[in-house]
């Protein structure tokens, strides 16, 4: 049974910082791209960042320099440093797991998200 299972969300100033984890199992995790998409209130999904199987990375221009992307294939685990939070970026944040291909392919796996909100 696959899962994505989300944790690291909640309320922070901004300028703070978060780091946001996502649990893989039934799954060869270390052989498929992943992504973390968003979501803010009352908007649409957002891609965030990707990650390859070979570990190359890329972002959305709005959190180039501020957000990291990264993953531990022993751990099954894929990160989001989150640095220099904005309001902006108060969104449910999800994992997801591209098909195979590579991150231009599609979503195959969705977590269930975890909340993250950047408020004074």
């Known amino acids: 049974q696959v899962q994505l299972v989300e944790s690291g969300g909640g309320l922070v100033q901004p300028g703070g910082s978060l780091r946001l984890s996502c649990e893989a199992s039934g799954f060869s995790f270390s052989r498929y791209a992943m992504s973390w998409v968003r979501q803010a209130p009352g908007k649409g999904l957002e891609w965030v960042s990707a990650i390859s199987e070979s570990e190359s990375t890329s972002y959305r221009d709005s959190v180039k320099g501020r957000f990291t992307i990264s993953r531990d294939n022993g751990l099954n685990t894929l990160y989001l440093q989150m640095n220099t939070l904005k309001p902006e970026d108060t969104a449910e944040y999800y994992c997801?797991?591209?098909?195979?291909?590579?991150?231009?392919?599609?979503?195959?796996?969705w977590g269930k998200g975890t909340l993250v909100t950047a408020s004074s």
């Open positions: 997801a797991t591209h098909k195979t291909g590579g991150w231009t392919s599609g979503i195959q796996y």
